[in-house]
Nanobody, 124 residues
Framework: QVQLVESGGGLVQAGGSLRLSCAAS???????MGWFRQAPGKEREFVAA????????YYAASVKGRFTISRDNAKNTVYLQMNSLKPEDTAVYYC??????????????????WGQGTQVTVSS
């Protein structure tokens, strides 16, 4: 069983920055990792993903150029650096781990383990 614990959420003004962290248990280097978010009344959506080695990253069009996903396999941690935040980025952000291989890094159904979520609120 993989446990994921997110941290770093909070309230920030538009244009500001936040850095989310997700600490994982188990064989972290064998998991692909992703960040998803869910705003009130909306479905959960893909934000960013990173492969096991960190060689490849994927981003939603809405965050590309503003958010950066990275991982530190020595610390069993994945990060999401969020810059130039907008009110529409307000959501609960979830960290997810994927043990399975193959395509589908942007699909939530491909991820087997999920954290509890951390709230990000961007004020205008």
């Amino acid at each position: 069983q993989v446990q994921l614990v997110e941290s770093g959420g909070g309230l920030v003004q538009a244009g500001g920055s936040l850095r989310l962290s997700c600490a994982a248990s188990g064989m972290f280097s064998s998991y692909a990792m992703g960040w998803f978010r869910q705003a009130p009344g909306k479905e959960r959506e893909f934000v960013a993903a990173i492969t096991r080695s960190g060689t490849s990253t994927y981003y939603a069009a809405s965050v590309k150029g503003r958010f950066t996903i990275s991982r530190d396999n020595a610390k069993n941690t994945v990060y999401l650096q969020m810059n130039s935040l907008k009110p529409e980025d307000t959501a609960v952000y979830y960290c997810a781990a994927r043990v399975s291989s193959g395509p589908g890094y942007t699909k939530s159904v491909r991820y087997e383990y999920w954290g509890q979520g951390t709230q990000v609120t961007v004020s205008s």
